[in-house]
């Protein structure tokens, strides 16, 4: 894409996308390879202002997560109130319109990230954009987090030699009833936002304009549950979520637990990418209303109503207290088979299959089924895959396998981040 396009779109579009004209009311293969050609010309590697902000930072004062960075937001951002996640195979026969595919992403991501005014058009023309958020897109911190599946990597597209090395498509655990029609996909595109209204409109607009490019595969939606009283979010079963994490102020713990990095045995083109999984678990709720609440809590190895662990007895213990093992090497207080406990054993044999980031969310798909359909998303980025496999492969002999149910998800590469406005997702693994 030249400059002179580019500065023309930016001024079409007030908060800096694509415009819809060019791709919105027509399917996404209308159009030249040429376009194509002309829209992968300039740096790979983003500029000084590109690099200075970080793309899990919040923008101070305003509504908006920066889109460009080294990494991609929405892994080490805070996590948003709501999620959308879509798992897509692509349909395009050759590489460069796979390449259009990410560009046509990028721009639509980089617009409804930062908000702005759709371009008008007549009233007797097709809506430039859905209108669900009102005339002027307020962005309430969405962000749009795109990852690869191992299938995108087979004969089609020619990237079958450039797969990150530990991605492979998601097969079964133990106890796992995995539905195929539920799990795995070409390409993951995550929608986080303050706001229900914000991942829709951003999911309708991202699917209106790759129409013929890429087809729906599944989607889970979530929900993260407010504190109650305070500290840690609650899931279904009533137990405090997510505690165990990286320190994301740390960068040097984010760095060694979550970020690909350069001189590794992946491929160049990954560093600043991530290991994304998305696990879909049902949740057993009417069985989980009738187990003691002593027996839910060594099942967790936590305590149910402050989150603290098992020794912790006040009420208002702290759910940020570490777990302790080394005194209690039989489990009599925080049993062996706990899920928290077989999560990370805190032995030197587990130490490095013990740390990802953790970012999961809630679902509820109940409406108009003879039972309640309800389960946690859980979502987790790590540096490599084989942490998280190693993991939950403990977790296969854990307490809490009669009262869940994994029935889908996948492994996906979240790629690096967008560096500036002449880049675009995937452009180290085209070029």
Same mark, same amino acid.
């Given at each position: 894409?030249?400059?002179?396009?580019?500065? =023309?779109?930016?001024?079409?579009?007030?908060?800096? !996308?694509?415009?819809?004209?060019?791709?919105?009311? #027509?399917?996404?293969?209308?159009?030249?390879?040429? $376009?194509? &050609?002309?829209?992968?010309?300039?740096?790979?590697?983003?500029?000084?202002?590109?690099?200075?902000?970080?793309?899990?930072?919040?923008?101070?004062?305003?509504?908006?997560?920066?889109?460009?960075?080294?990494?991609? %937001?929405?892994? %080490?951002?805070?996590?948003?109130?709501?999620?959308?996640?879509?798992?897509?195979?692509?349909?395009?026969?050759?590489?460069?319109?796979?390449?259009?595919?990410?560009?046509?992403?990028?721009?639509?991501?980089?617009?409804?990230?930062?908000?702005?005014?759709?371009?008008?058009?007549?009233?007797?023309?097709?809506?430039?954009?859905? !209108? *669900?958020?009102?005339? #002027?897109?307020? =962005?309430?911190?969405?962000?749009?987090?795109?990852?690869? $599946?191992?299938?995108?990597?087979?004969?089609?597209?020619?990237?079958?030699?450039?797969?990150?090395?530990?991605?492979?498509?998601?097969?079964?655990?133990?106890?796992?009833?995995?539905?195929? %029609?539920?799990?795995?996909?070409?390409?993951?595109?995550?929608?986080?936002?303050?706001?229900?209204?914000?991942?829709?409109?951003?999911?309708?607009?991202?699917?209106?304009?790759?129409?013929? =490019?890429?087809?729906?595969?599944?989607?889970?939606?979530?929900?993260?549950?407010?504190?109650?009283?305070?500290?840690?979010?609650?899931?279904?079963?009533?137990?405090?979520?997510?505690?165990?994490?990286?320190?994301?102020?740390?960068? &040097?713990?984010?760095?060694?637990?979550?970020?690909?990095?350069? $001189?590794?045995?992946?491929?160049?083109?990954?560093?600043?990418?991530?290991?994304?999984?998305?696990?879909?678990?049902?949740?057993?709720?009417?069985?989980?209303?009738?187990?003691?609440?002593?027996?839910?809590?060594? *099942?967790?190895?936590?305590?149910?109503?402050?989150?603290?662990?098992?020794?912790?007895?006040?009420?208002?213990?702290?759910?940020?207290?570490?777990?302790?093992?080394?005194?209690?090497?039989? !489990?009599?207080?925080?049993?062996?088979?706990?899920?928290?406990?077989?999560?990370?054993?805190?032995?030197?044999?587990?130490?490095?299959?013990?740390?990802?980031?953790? #970012?999961?969310?809630?679902?509820?798909?109940?409406?108009?089924?003879?039972?309640?359909?309800?389960?946690? =998303?859980?979502?987790? +980025?790590?540096?490599?895959?084989?942490?998280?496999?190693?993991?939950?492969?403990?977790?296969?002999?854990?307490?809490?396998?009669?009262?869940?149910?994994?029935? $889908?998800?996948?492994?996906? +590469? &979240?790629?690096?981040?967008?560096?500036?406005?002449?880049?675009?997702? %995937?452009?180290?693994?085209?070029?």
């Amino acid at each position: 894409m030249t400059e002179e396009r580019r500065l =023309a779109q930016d001024e079409e579009w007030s908060g800096g !996308g694509c415009p819809a004209g060019s791709l919105g009311r #027509r399917s996404f293969l209308h159009g030249t390879a040429a $376009g194509v &050609a002309g829209a992968v010309g300039g740096s790979v590697l983003g500029g000084e202002a590109s690099r200075a902000e970080a793309a899990g930072a919040r923008r101070a004062g305003t509504n908006t997560i920066p889109f460009f960075g080294h990494h991609q %937001a929405g892994i %080490a951002t805070p996590p948003q109130q709501d999620a959308i996640f879509v798992s897509c195979d692509v349909t395009v026969s050759n590489r460069a319109e796979l390449t259009k595919l990410f560009v046509t992403l990028t721009e639509r991501a980089r617009f409804l990230t930062s908000g702005g005014t759709p371009p008008a058009v007549s009233a007797n023309a097709a809506p430039s954009d859905s !209108g *669900i958020l009102g005339p #002027r897109i307020q =962005a309430n911190h969405l962000t749009v987090t795109v990852g690869a $599946g191992a299938s995108l990597f087979d004969g089609r597209y020619g990237l079958s030699g450039r797969k990150p090395v530990q991605l492979i498509t998601m097969r079964p655990f133990r106890h796992d009833d995995l539905d195929p %029609a539920l799990s795995n996909g070409d390409l993951l595109i995550q929608l986080c936002a303050d706001h229900r209204d914000n991942t829709v409109h951003a999911l309708i607009d991202l699917l209106t304009h790759t129409k013929g =490019a890429m087809k729906l595969r599944w989607r889970i939606d979530g929900q993260r549950n407010p504190p109650r009283p305070d500290g840690v979010r609650r899931d279904w079963f009533g137990f405090k979520d997510g505690i165990a994490n990286p320190d994301l102020n740390d960068t &040097a713990q984010v760095n060694q637990v979550v970020w690909t990095q350069p $001189g590794t045995d992946e491929p160049a083109w990954a560093a600043g990418g991530t290991y994304h999984v998305v696990r879909i678990v049902h949740f057993q709720v009417e069985a989980w209303q009738k187990v003691p609440v002593a027996q839910q809590e060594r *099942i967790f190895g936590r305590r149910k109503a402050s989150g603290a662990p098992m020794y912790a007895v006040s009420a208002n213990a702290s759910d940020l207290l570490d777990p302790v093992y080394t005194n209690d090497p039989q !489990g009599l207080i925080t049993p062996l088979n706990s899920h928290i406990r077989l999560a990370n054993p805190q032995t030197p044999e587990t130490a490095s299959t013990s740390s990802i980031l953790r #970012r999961s969310y809630d679902y509820d798909r109940s409406p108009n089924v003879p039972e309640l359909d309800m389960g946690h =998303a859980f979502v987790c +980025f790590q540096r490599e895959l084989d942490t998280y496999i190693a993991m939950q492969t403990r977790l296969e002999t854990e307490a809490l396998v009669p009262y869940i149910s994994p029935r $889908g998800g996948g492994y996906f +590469f &979240a790629l690096p981040g967008v560096r500036d406005k002449n880049d675009y997702y %995937a452009r180290g693994l085209l070029a």
